[in-house]
């Protein structure tokens, strides 16, 4: 089975991308470690540590680094409200959506993604899948609300591990949008990777279907409502990303 990160480089090498777009960096785990040309970070707090905090600065990132990585310390909303032009005829070739995990807010980062991200580009959105009510835990504004009611003995058999409500904005585009195919990988907690393209699962739900349902609803139709495939299913996809470049 792939790492999330052999998911997300077998894409970026599929695509031939030119530009990285990571939404959701914290420590950096992934976004240092992707090969791409040119590479874009988004993420309200920076968490990096030592040769990662230093490397952000930009005379050591020009010097020692080719300058071709950039950092936005701010929300996605923000970026996308004063960044978006940048892309006017340079678009995102593949972006990892992994920031706030609320289906609100990932759904809002697909929208703004879709908006730059180039006409055989690839989204990939990280936590689609998650294996119980407790790792689901909706949040209004933030994973502290997660942490709180952990500390209060609230969430039975809590670990840590947190991926919200991401499953809902899949199931929202699959039943608004025709011009997107979306497979989730059963690889880490659930990665979908979504392109341009004819939709091929459409679920033909009403948003206030969609903001009634819970996990228990989820964990009932899985499979279908995420679209879920195994994680070698990836390379049955590489080979169509690589054609159509």
Same mark, same amino acid.
């Given at each position: @089975?792939?790492?999330?990160?052999?998911?997300?480089?077998?894409?970026?090498?599929?695509?031939?991308?030119?530009?990285?777009?990571?939404?959701?960096?914290?420590?950096?785990?992934?976004?240092?470690?992707?090969?791409?040309?040119?590479?874009?970070?988004?993420?309200?707090?920076?968490?990096?540590?030592?040769?990662?905090?230093?490397?952000?600065?930009?005379?050591?990132?020009?010097?020692?680094?080719?300058?071709?990585?950039?950092?936005?310390?701010?929300?996605?909303?923000?970026?996308?409200?004063?960044?978006?032009?940048?892309?006017?005829?340079?678009?995102?070739?593949?972006?990892?959506?992994?920031?706030?995990?609320?289906?609100?807010?990932?759904?809002?980062?697909? @929208?703004?993604?879709?908006?730059?991200?180039?006409?055989?580009?690839? @989204?990939?959105?990280?936590?689609?899948?998650?294996?119980?009510?407790?790792?689901?835990?909706?949040?209004?504004?933030?994973?502290?609300?997660?942490?709180?009611?952990?500390?209060?003995?609230?969430?039975?058999?809590?670990?840590?591990?947190?991926?919200?409500?991401?499953?809902?904005?899949?199931?929202?585009?699959?039943?608004?949008?025709?011009?997107?195919?979306?497979?989730?990988?059963?690889?880490?907690?659930? @990665?979908?990777?979504?392109?341009?393209?004819?939709?091929?699962?459409?679920?033909?739900?009403?948003?206030?279907?969609?903001?009634?349902?819970?996990?228990?609803?989820?964990?009932?139709?899985?499979?279908?409502?995420?679209?879920?495939?195994?994680?070698?299913?990836?390379?049955?996809?590489?080979?169509?990303?690589?054609?159509?470049?």
């Amino acid at each position: @089975m792939r790492t999330r990160l052999q998911v997300i480089q077998d894409i970026v090498d599929a695509v031939q991308t030119k530009v990285y777009l990571e939404i959701g960096v914290e420590e950096g785990v992934v976004f240092y470690r992707v090969k791409a040309p040119k590479k874009i970070a988004v993420d309200p707090q920076f968490l990096f540590q030592g040769r990662s905090k230093l490397r952000k600065n930009r005379l050591v990132n020009s010097l020692f680094y080719g300058n071709h990585e950039y950092f936005y310390e701010q929300t996605s909303n923000d970026f996308f409200k004063h960044h978006k032009q940048q892309f006017t005829t340079e678009k995102v070739d593949v972006a990892l959506i992994d920031g706030l995990h609320t289906y609100a807010q990932v759904y809002i980062d697909i @929208m703004n993604v879709l908006d730059i991200l180039s006409p055989n580009g690839v @989204m990939i959105i990280d936590d689609c899948n998650p294996p119980s009510a407790v790792v689901e835990t909706p949040v209004v504004d933030s994973i502290t609300e997660v942490w709180e009611k952990a500390k209060k003995g609230e969430l039975a058999g809590w670990t840590g591990r947190w991926t919200g409500d991401v499953w809902k904005a899949l199931v929202r585009l699959q039943s608004e949008r025709n011009d997107l195919n979306i497979v989730t990988l059963d690889a880490d907690y659930g @990665m979908a990777v979504i392109v341009k393209g004819e939709n091929k699962n459409n679920l033909g739900f009403t948003l206030a279907e969609i903001d009634k349902l819970t996990y228990s609803d989820l964990d009932t139709n899985r499979a279908k409502w995420l679209n879920l495939k195994d994680s070698d299913y990836l390379d049955e996809i590489l080979p169509l990303l690589n054609k159509a470049k």
